[in-house]
């Protein structure tokens, strides 16, 4: 994070303020603050496609469903099938969206001011946080896998409840 709060992966802003002595370690921080502001905007965005997701399965199930259950009242393997994966979808969306903790994308300023305290220089810091972030986005992309399986799941049902509504309406404009 910069001084101001923002998570722009392109300010060279040292940590505390004073340039590192090896201008290296300014690229490594850099790129180690960059590799945790790309995690975040993947989890912003998986977020959102989840929303979407519900959203979709949603209308599938309204515009075919709502048809379906118009026209019959025994609906038949088709809408058991449909409403199955409609759950599916929504489970899936909930595993996306559902507030978690145990993410790491900010250094906890208690954290730098102990080793403020504890007498180290600035390039130690930067080695510090450097090490810090890459840690974190080892651990948060485990966990981001993880989201984008959901993801596929529940686009995949999603698919399978198009297929099941429709065959549903088929067999009801047949009889």
Not at 9 to 33: C, F, H, K, M, N
Not at 35 to 41: E, G, K
Request: glycine share 8%.
């Amino acid at each position: 994070m910069n001084n101001d709060g923002s998570t722009s992966a392109e300010s060279t802003t040292p940590p505390v303020g004073q340039p590192a002595s090896d201008p290296r370690l300014i690229v490594a921080y850099d790129e180690a603050l960059r590799v945790l502001t790309l995690q975040i905007n993947t989890l912003d965005s998986l977020r959102t496609r989840a929303t979407l997701l519900t959203a979709g399965a949603a209308l599938v199930t309204s515009l075919f469903g709502g048809f379906a259950l118009q026209r019959h009242q025994d609906l038949g393997w088709w809408a058991a099938v449909g409403m199955v994966a409609l759950a599916v979808v929504l489970v899936s969306a909930l595993a996306i969206v559902a507030p978690r903790r145990g993410w790491d994308f900010v250094v906890q300023p208690g954290v730098l001011l102990q080793a403020i305290d504890d007498g180290r220089d600035v390039d130690a810091l930067y080695r510090t946080l450097i090490q810090d972030f890459g840690a974190w986005a080892r651990a948060n992309q485990f966990k981001i896998r993880r989201l984008q399986w959901w993801l596929v799941v529940g686009m995949v049902f999603m698919f399978v409840e198009l297929l099941a509504w429709v065959g549903q309406f088929w067999t009801l404009t047949r009889a």
